[in-house]
């Protein structure tokens, strides 16, 4: 399965990057896709999440809500993470996930397949 994050980077706090998840045509267009991230030394966290079906809903976590926005380029077959407003706080690696599982898109554990991260770093 072909998950592949990229588009981190250095940013100063106030600034934007925009990561993208490419994937395989079936991936994208048959599973609910998210982004977590992980800190040095704290557990992976949920960012947002997108479903496959219509237009698909989303889901954020409360830490990114208003600042973040996670979209389907169905052109390109990648799920984008729009990020505004950085923060230092935000500073992690970022992880893209296929959802394998029911429940919860907030719980790693319903994921089951996972890109290799991009270091998003925010300066003060």
């Known amino acids: 399965v072909q998950l592949q994050a990229y588009g981190g980077g250095l940013v100063q706090a106030g600034g934007s990057l925009r990561l993208s998840c490419a994937t395989s045509?079936?991936?994208?267009?048959?599973?609910?896709l998210a982004w977590f991230r992980q800190a040095l030394g704290k557990e992976r966290e949920f960012v947002a999440a997108?479903?496959?079906?219509?237009?698909?809903?989303?889901y954020y976590a409360d830490s990114v809500k208003g600042r973040f926005t996670i979209s389907r380029d169905n052109a390109k077959n990648t799920v984008d993470l729009q990020m505004n407003s950085l923060k230092p706080e935000d500073t992690a690696v970022y992880y893209c996930?296929?959802?394998?599982?029911?429940?919860?898109?907030?719980?790693?554990?319903?994921?089951?397949?996972w890109g290799q991260g991009t270091q998003v770093t925010v300066s003060s």
């Open positions: 996930a296929r959802k394998t599982y029911s429940g919860s898109y907030f719980l790693p554990g319903n994921y089951g397949y």
């Open positions: 045509v079936r991936t994208f267009s048959s599973y609910d």
């Open positions: 997108i479903t496959w079906s219509g237009s698909g809903s989303t």
